[in-house]
Antibody, heavy 116, light 105 residues
Framework: EIQLQESGPGLVKPSQSLSLTCSVT?????????WSWIRKFPGNKMEWMGY???????NYNPSLKSRISITRDTSKNQFFLQLNSVTTEDTATYYC?????????WGQGVMVTVSS | IQLTQSPSLLSASVGDRVTLSCKGS??????LAWYQQKLGEAPKLLIY???SLQTGIPSRFSGSGSGTDYTLTISSLHSEDLATYYC????????FGSGTKLEIK
């Protein structure tokens, strides 16, 4: 069974970088599909942030393009999110998910608060 | 493409037929999916490509629509259907609706 699990700090200071890890089990991320980050803001708005493909190419939401980077470690079957210059408006629950036109497998999510 | 869901809050009784609406700002060409999110859980894919039921999802869930207007129907509401439901389009960019919170009376 495919499982995804997010991890990372729950509190980040404004202007710093947010870094999260998604660990995947049950499927090798280089075998296929795209591997994505999605966030849900307080108030329930959801936003697709970007993905890294099985080949390593990336695609980002244009609204985040200047601040976001998604990378991977194939030896650990993990992929990562880095979001730079965060503000309080980046406070959200962050999810990783497998993308195949739709997001069919999701992690449980990690809540990240941006606050000094 | 922006998605507008209505209503934002719906209260219904067990056994009711429930209809949730999702309207796009442009033609979605049937590339519309529905997700269910229960409190504290990850979103779960219910329906993709307007009316295709994801594996393992009960048949009381169904989807329909075309163009800019789409609907999720629960034919007979169960208590475990308490959740927030999101539509999502993948025709032009990837965007989610704002959600419909479904309460059980």
């Amino acid at each position: 069974e495919i499982q995804l699990q997010e991890s990372g700090p729950g509190l980040v200071k404004p202007s710093q970088s947010l870094s999260l890890t998604c660990s995947v089990t049950g499927y090798t991320i280089t075998s296929g599909y795209d591997w994505s980050w999605i966030r849900k803001f307080p108030g329930n708005k959801m936003e697709w942030m970007g993905y890294i493909s099985y080949s390593g190419s990336t695609n980002y939401n244009p609204s985040l393009k200047s601040r976001i980077s998604i990378t991977r470690d194939t030896s650990k079957n993990q992929f990562f999110l880095q979001l730079n210059s965060v503000t309080t408006e980046d406070t959200a629950t962050y999810y990783c998910a497998r993308y195949n036109n739709v997001f069919d497998y999701w992690g449980q999510g990690v809540m990240v608060t941006v606050s000094s | 493409i922006q998605l507008t869901q209505s209503p934002s809050l719906l209260s219904a009784s067990v056994g009711d037929r429930v209809t949730l609406s999702c309207k796009g700002s442009q033609n979605i060409n049937n590339y519309l999916a529905w997700y269910q999110q229960k409190l504290g859980e990850a979103p779960k894919l219910l329906i993709y490509k307007t009316n295709s039921l994801q594996t393992g999802i009960p048949s009381r869930f169904s989807g329909s629509g075309s163009g800019t207007d789409y609907t999720l129907t629960i034919s007979s509401l169960h208590s475990e259907d308490l959740a927030t439901y999101y539509c999502y389009q993948y025709n032009n960019g990837l965007t989610f609706g704002s959600g419909t919170k479904l309460e059980i009376k």
